[in-house]
């Protein structure tokens, strides 16, 4: 069991198999020499984690840090290949996460090449929303610190809260004792895409 805030695995460890997350969440991030973080990921219950290190030997790309209360389970190397060899399924299971996971980070890498941060954090205010439906007046609770969304947008705190600060003014949205309050859902998706507020 792991309490809020402890390593799952740390970078650059050697893989020694797989895991699967039965309870909980994990949050898969690199932190710079600076301290600078970026969080890749976060994944919940039933997700597997350390498959590329998995297969090419090297060590984990990222620090897997759990972010509640979180029960892992441990399959060792040698037993996930014997499943992979005897079970074909399996290991176009592993694949198809491991391509999921490739077109994630691809859409990061672009985020952080091409796209400014208002641009970055609508898209991030837009995804959040998909779980509810999205009108005027519609509230998230993100629950997480300016810090937190510098680290998931690839950015720092200060370029976060301006761009907070920019969709404020421009009418996007609101912000309300810890939430955010969609107030013009199509400007907001239309800057999600790379359209003007």
């Not at 790309?61 to 060899?85: E, H, K, M, Y």
């Amino acid at each position: 069991m792991l309490r809020p805030g402890q390593l799952l695995f740390e970078e650059g460890a050697p893989c020694q198999g797989l895991f699967i997350i039965a309870d909980g969440a994990i949050e898969v991030r690199q932190i710079s020499l600076r301290g600078r973080e970026q969080v890749f990921h976060s994944e919940g219950p039933e997700a597997t984690l350390g498959e590329a290190s998995l297969f090419d030997r090297g060590g984990y790309i990222a620090s897997a840090v759990a972010i509640g209360p979180t029960r892992a389970l441990f399959l060792p190397r040698a037993d996930v290949l014997d499943l992979c060899r005897r079970r074909p399924a399996v290991a176009v299971a592993i694949l198809e996460v491991m391509a999921q996971r490739v077109r994630r980070f691809a859409s990061l890498v672009s985020d952080l090449a091409f796209r400014p941060i208002p641009e970055r954090l609508a898209r991030y205010i837009g995804d959040a929303a998909i779980s509810h439906p999205v009108a005027a007046g519609t509230e998230l609770d993100l629950r997480l610190t300016q810090a937190q969304l510098a680290a998931r947008l690839g950015t720092v705190r200060e370029l976060v809260a301006r761009a907070l600060s920019q969709l404020e003014e421009s009418g996007v949205i609101a912000r309300k004792r810890g939430r955010i309050v969609i107030r013009d859902p199509t400007r907001l998706a239309a800057l999600a895409r790379g359209g003007v507020t």
